[in-house]
């Protein structure tokens, strides 16, 4: 399944994502507090964090600008009341201060399907509805890193240039009513691409790839946003929930990508403790997996930062034995971004 994605064109349910729709007058001063990075302008799209107030992660979003009062937050699927327990109280704590504030669950509403691989582009192709598809679907008229509505069939589609597994894609929000239709539709245009049906596990393993964090597993309330290497998804300039807390605490650990030689027949899983080649133990892996690219074990964790350099060589524990581990570059496969920003 990982193999298709990166050499032709997986789909992938990602319905269960949690989603809000934040509107009003007071969104955008709002959004501006409540996150680290910049807002985005409209019909483009950012990835943020909001903090807690030890300047830790509390929640990672991609945010999609639909007009400048208007605003579609995406964030982790396992997450829902998590995520609704700590918007509704910011926007109760702060409408006061910036104005009415608009906040709608829509998460039940709309399906998602994530389309990926070299050859996405061509099975949308097949079953849009535009008078002239093939620049619809371009870098010019769309880039990544944006949201366009098009249609598919004859189901409206948010389409969302964006994909988890470092290929070009898209995400495809869509009503829910409509999902069994979509669904069909993309399942018989893909098959003469070579589409298939891919899992969490699949898109897991290529997201470590792109040194992609996860949230619960890279991201959560034991570490910052710095801490997780992130600065170019943090606005130092402007003010934000946690912030102070955030840069008192520096950086006391930091996320890296490994390369693991391990065991012909077992990856880890995350969680595995790091060991500096004297046998002192120095992190812990946060994710893990196999690298379709590197055709070996890969995994994400924390370390001290003196250790996160590129090149140093690590020990991981798995089946009761230690085996090197290497830090490489963040985003080892592709690093410039040059499958993603593929043009048609």
């Not at 918007?87 to 399906?111: C, H, Q, S």
Request: proline share 4%.
């Amino acid at each position: 399944e990982a193999k298709a994605i990166r050499e032709g064109v997986g789909l992938i349910d990602a319905t269960a994502f949690t989603k809000h729709r934040i509107s009003g007058p007071g969104a955008a001063a709002f959004l501006d507090w409540f996150t680290t990075n910049k807002l985005p302008k409209v019909g483009r799209i950012n990835l943020t964090y909001a903090l807690t107030s030890h300047g830790t992660t509390r929640t990672e979003y991609t945010i999609v600008r639909i007009a400048e009062d208007d605003f579609y937050l995406v964030s982790a699927g396992g997450w829902h009341a998590y995520d609704q327990d700590y918007l509704y109280k910011a926007i109760m704590e702060k409408e006061p201060e910036f104005g009415r504030i608009n906040e709608e669950d829509v998460t039940t509403k709309y399906g998602v399907f994530a389309i990926a691989g070299p050859k996405s582009r061509d099975v949308l192709l097949d079953v849009i509805k535009d008078a002239e598809p093939e620049t619809t679907l371009s870098n010019k008229r769309f880039p990544w890193l944006s949201s366009k509505k098009i249609e598919l069939g004859m189901c409206p589609v948010n389409a969302i240039r964006v994909a988890y597994t470092g290929e070009l894609g898209w995400e495809l929000h869509h009503p829910i009513e409509m999902q069994n239709y979509l669904f069909d539709l993309l399942e018989k245009a893909g098959e003469k691409h070579g589409m298939k049906l891919v899992g969490a596990r699949a898109q897991n393993w290529l997201r470590q790839e792109k040194s992609y964090r996860a949230f619960g597993n890279e991201l959560g309330r034991d570490a910052t946003p710095a801490e997780a290497d992130l600065p170019r998804f943090i606005d130092l300039n402007k003010d934000f929930y946690g912030k102070d807390a955030m840069v008192e605490k520096g950086i006391r650990s930091k996320c890296v990508t490994l390369l693991i030689d391990g065991p012909d027949d077992a990856d880890p899983w995350g969680r595995e403790a790091l060991y500096a080649q004297d046998g002192t133990r120095v992190g812990r892996l946060t994710s893990g997996g196999y690298s379709v690219a590197f055709e070996k074990s890969i995994g994400l964790g924390y370390v001290r930062p003196e250790l996160a350099e590129v090149g140093t060589t690590l020990k991981v524990r798995m089946l009761n034995e230690l085996w090197d581990a290497t830090i490489v570059e963040d985003s080892p496969y592709d690093p410039k971004n040059a499958k993603i920003r593929v043009d048609g």
